[in-house]
């Protein structure tokens, strides 16, 4: 199972940054895929999160309405638009499929005048 994330970058408050993970070593589209983040000093959080067909989404309160979760079977990839961003988005942010124990490198995300 390996999870690569890519996309991150650094970006001015209130722009725009495209993650996505692409995933590899099971069946993609039987599971759910999460988005998370960790920022320095703190515990990790769950961001977003959507069901296997991509039929149902999650999000933490901190990013409703300003971050997107989608996904693409035929790619085996998982996206995360996230708009409207804040210096508080600051963090290394990984994908995983819910109720699997995988964790890939991550990809950093800078959100800084």
């Known amino acids: 199972v390996q999870f690569v994330e890519s996309g991150g970058g650094l970006v001015q408050p209130g722009g725009s940054l495209r993650l996505s993970c692409a995933a590899s070593g099971f069946t993609f589209s039987r599971y759910g895929m999460r988005w998370h983040r960790q920022a320095p000093g703190k515990e990790r959080e769950l961001v977003a999160t959507i069901t296997s067909n991509g039929g149902i989404t999650w999000y933490a309160d901190s990013v409703k309405g300003r971050f997107l979760i989608s996904r693409d079977n035929a790619k085996n990839t998982v996206y995360l638009q996230m708009n409207s961003l804040k210096p508080e988005d600051t963090a290394v942010y990984y994908c995983?499929?819910?109720?699997?124990?995988?964790w890939g490198q991550g990809t950093q995300v800078t959100v800084s005048s």
């Open positions: 995983t499929a819910v109720g699997m124990g995988y």
